[in-house]
T-cell receptor, first 113, second 114 residues
Framework: GNSVTQMEGPVTLSEEAFLTINCTYT??????LFWYVQYPGEGLQLLLK?????DKGSNKGFEATYRKETTSFHLEKGSVQVSDSAVYFC????????????FGAGTTVTVRA | GAGVSQSPSNKVTEKGKDVELRCDPI?????LYWYRQSLGQGLEFLIYFQGNSAPDKSGLPSDRFSAERTGGSVSTLTIQRTQQEDSAVYLCASSPGPVFNEQFFGPGTRLTVL
């Protein structure tokens, strides 16, 4: 079946530190990959996505590259801010015709000033 | 514009009672999804509606769970004879079309079953 495994948290960083959250997946076919973010007290928001191998999704200084050879979609940001404190979810839809999202467990990130 | 809204934001109920959770999707979005977010299980897909097609109920955990979508807009998730393991945050999402579209999530309903 389809599944997503992401780095367990919580992760605590200082402002301006480098952030990496690992995400690997198992899926048949050619999945689309997503990172969603949930800020405190808010709903899930799409942060970035990639729909085919070697695509790089980017938004708000975050980047993730779809690596088919390693079945990974790691999230990175070079210099985090306090406002990046949130829970981050890696997700996939198994094919371009699949509407269901399969989510990882979520990684809680806290950035200290 | 208005996003996905859900009500109530919090619901506390006693074991064995029925509950109804409401979702108002973004106007014009034809696809609507329910997910459940719980400590033990993470985020799980529950049910999907697309236009007038039969819903995909494959994620519903038991026959105590049901959902309907009236007029292609508002959706209600009903849980009958609630159990403590039903305690979770229930998330609704909508998207402009059936496939490969960004899903826009509501803030969720936190359900606590005592």
């Amino acid at each position: 079946g389809n599944s997503v495994t992401q780095m367990e948290g919580p992760v605590t960083l200082s402002e301006e530190a480098f952030l990496t959250i690992n995400c690997t997946y198992t899926a048949t076919g050619y999945p689309s990959l997503f990172w969603y973010v949930q800020y405190p007290g808010e709903g899930l928001q799409l942060l970035l996505k990639a729909t085919k191998a070697d695509d790089k999704g980017s938004n708000k200084g975050f980047e993730a590259t779809y690596r088919k050879e390693t079945t990974s979609f790691h999230l990175e940001k070079g210099s985090v801010q306090v406002s990046d404190s949130a829970v981050y979810f890696c997700a996939l839809s198994a094919t371009s015709n699949d509407y269901k999202l399969s989510f990882g467990a979520g990684t809680t990130v806290t950035v200290r000033a | 514009g208005a996003g996905v809204s859900q009500s109530p934001s919090n619901k506390v109920t006693e074991k064995g009672k029925d509950v109804e959770l409401r979702c108002d999707p973004i106007s014009g979005h034809t696809a609507l999804y329910w997910y459940r977010q719980s400590l033990g299980q993470g985020l799980e897909f529950l049910i999907y509606f697309q236009g007038n097609s039969a819903p995909d109920k494959s994620g519903l955990p038991s026959d105590r769970f049901s959902a309907e979508r009236t007029g292609g807009s508002v959706s209600t998730l009903t849980i009958q004879r609630t159990q403590q393991e039903d305690s979770a945050v229930y998330l609704c999402a909508s998207s402009p079309g059936p496939v490969f579209n960004e899903q826009f999530f509501g803030p969720g309903t936190r359900l606590t079953v005592l």
